[in-house]
């Protein structure tokens, strides 16, 4: 895995095990590896020129219809090369400094730069911990949102808790946004990632009235391991909701995407299914394995296995971790580099976020040193 140069096994020294940034260790599949070799072979590094079949936005219009039933129109579907610039860009475009914008913490990080580092104010909407999940709370939500609140930003399946949230709980959501007249900016990017006994729900799909007000954002990222090609879609509820999107910009001002990250997401979509499914057994089965571990070490270990996602939220507060965070205590005595729960905001304090997409033996060894830090023992490659 070090021969890889990505970020993931070469942030920390070699005796690291690092379950930090969410990509997966696993090659990519067959028909995105051939994508990216026509593209090599033929020398084709020109402007994108996709279109039908070949293009993003149909590529997304039927994915969303085959796997989830959401009849979209492609003709809504804005190419964007990253997805948090997407969210800064829907938080920018969609309400004005010290307008509030509503999340469900703990939260990916990102969300809440985005407000931050736009003038905005945090209108934060805990998740709550109801004995087997995190779960959205209705009520919290309607008493959160104030009347200075214009734009929510949901991401489900959830990041860092991996659930994927129930209709119920998304039709709370829906009727806030219609009855308090919010733009929803849904991050469903985890889509392709449940588990079974779970499902994804398309906020959009949820009735006319939510669909009109909402912007999903999605990509071939996460599911197909391919984030550092930097492609994804956003997709407009209504014309309405893309031109108010395209008025508040400077024209141009997101960019393009490039041909090979456009040609890996086409070739994912279509094409890559059966890789994907063989991916998920593995997923499951590690899911699997870090919820013994972790029941196995409770109470110094809470945690709830995932609906969906390779990311295990784990609450550590009852780990004696010598006055330091959660995150720096397994990096120092165990030699594992976990995403600290602080920086997911309220709630994730005393929490780590660990990464399992790794191979069953990389995935042991780093719960067995993680163990032993909890346990007492430091891991002897520590300087």
Not at 103 to 114: E, G, K, N
Not at 234 to 256: K, Q, V, Y
């Amino acid at each position: 895995m070090r021969r890889r140069r990505g970020v993931k096994w070469h942030r920390y020294g070699p005796d690291v095990l690092p379950a930090w940034i969410a990509d997966m260790d696993f090659a990519v599949a067959e028909p995105v590896r051939r994508a990216m070799a026509r593209l090599v072979e033929e020398g084709d590094y020109g402007y994108a020129a996709r279109e039908g079949g070949d293009g993003l936005d149909r590529a997304f219009a039927d994915r969303m219809r085959d796997r989830f039933g959401w009849e979209l129109d492609a003709g809504r579907v804005v190419p964007v090369a990253d997805l948090v610039q997407a969210i800064t860009a829907s938080v920018v475009a969609f309400t004005e400094p010290g307008d509030g914008v509503a999340v469900q913490t703990p939260i990916y990080p990102p969300f809440l730069a985005a407000i931050d580092g736009t003038g905005r104010r945090r209108v934060v909407d805990p998740l709550v911990d109801d004995g087997r999940r995190l779960a959205i709370d209705p009520r919290g939500l309607e008493a959160a949102v104030d009347a200075g609140t214009r734009l929510l930003l949901l991401c489900n399946p959830h990041n860092p808790s991996g659930r994927a949230f129930e209709r119920e709980e998304l039709e709370a959501v829906a009727r806030v946004a219609v009855e308090r007249d919010l733009v929803v900016v849904a991050d469903e990017v985890h889509c392709d990632l449940v588990y079974p006994g779970s499902r994804h729900v398309v906020l959009a799909t949820l009735g006319p009235e939510v669909a009109a007000r909402t912007v999903t954002i999605n990509s071939a990222t996460k599911s197909f391991n391919v984030p550092g090609l930097r492609c994804g879609v956003m997709h407009f509820g209504s014309d309405a909701l893309l031109e108010r999107f395209r008025a508040a910009l400077p024209g141009r001002l997101l960019g393009t995407v490039g041909v090979t990250g456009v040609d890996a997401t086409v070739a994912a979509w279509r094409e890559a299914q059966p890789w994907l499914d063989a991916v998920m057994e593995v997923l499951t089965a590690n899911r699997d394995r870090v919820a013994a571990w972790a029941a196995a070490l409770a109470p110094a270990i809470r945690h709830h296995a995932p609906d969906a996602t390779y990311l295990a939220w784990l609450d550590c507060g009852g780990v004696a971790v010598d006055g330091a965070r959660p995150r720096d205590f397994f990096l120092e005595r165990a030699r594992v580099a976990l995403h600290s729960g602080a920086e997911f905001g309220p709630g994730g304090e005393t929490c780590v976020r660990l990464n399992f997409a790794t191979s069953p033996a990389i995935l042991e060894e780093l719960l067995g040193r993680m163990e032993g830090a909890i346990r007492g023992s430091v891991y002897p490659a520590r300087r």
